[in-house]
């Protein structure tokens, strides 16, 4: 992460972080259900998420694309999955992607948290291939 964003990768690593979670609570939202009220705590400068597991990856076909046509930003955003218990009565899961260019994050929200190992705490963040995302 250094090499992308300089001696302040910290921060800037976890703005990036932040971006996703707004995102992942922009697409609840839209879809109706209610934002879980951890997001609110992180986007306001919480050091980690717990119930949000993030991935980097980069996307083979994508990047094929990119080296034929040269620079393409395109952003796309992958189907959302997600999990509704009727005892409790609200989304318990979530899950999706995004990509821009030829590099995303795969994220899954848990109601119940899980234990993460988030990228952004980490100097040089891991950069999977999409074909082998490890489980989440």
Request: hydrophobic fraction near 45%.
């Amino acid at each position: 992460m250094a090499s992308i964003y300089g001696g302040d990768w910290p921060a800037s690593t976890v703005d990036l972080a932040r971006y996703v979670v707004k995102h992942i609570g922009c697409r609840m939202e839209a879809d109706g259900f209610a934002v879980p009220p951890e997001f609110a705590s992180f986007l306001d400068g919480g050091e980690i998420l717990g119930s949000v597991q993030m991935v980097i990856f980069k996307d083979r076909d994508a990047w094929k694309v990119q080296r034929e046509l040269g620079s393409v930003s395109a952003v796309a955003i992958g189907p959302g999955l997600g999990a509704v218990s009727p005892r409790l009565g609200r989304l318990t899961c979530f899950s999706s992607s995004i990509i821009i260019g030829y590099i995303g994050i795969f994220y899954r929200w848990q109601f119940e948290g899980v234990e993460t190992d988030p990228f952004y705490r980490y100097r040089k963040a891991r950069l999977h291939w999409r074909s082998r995302l490890p489980a989440m």
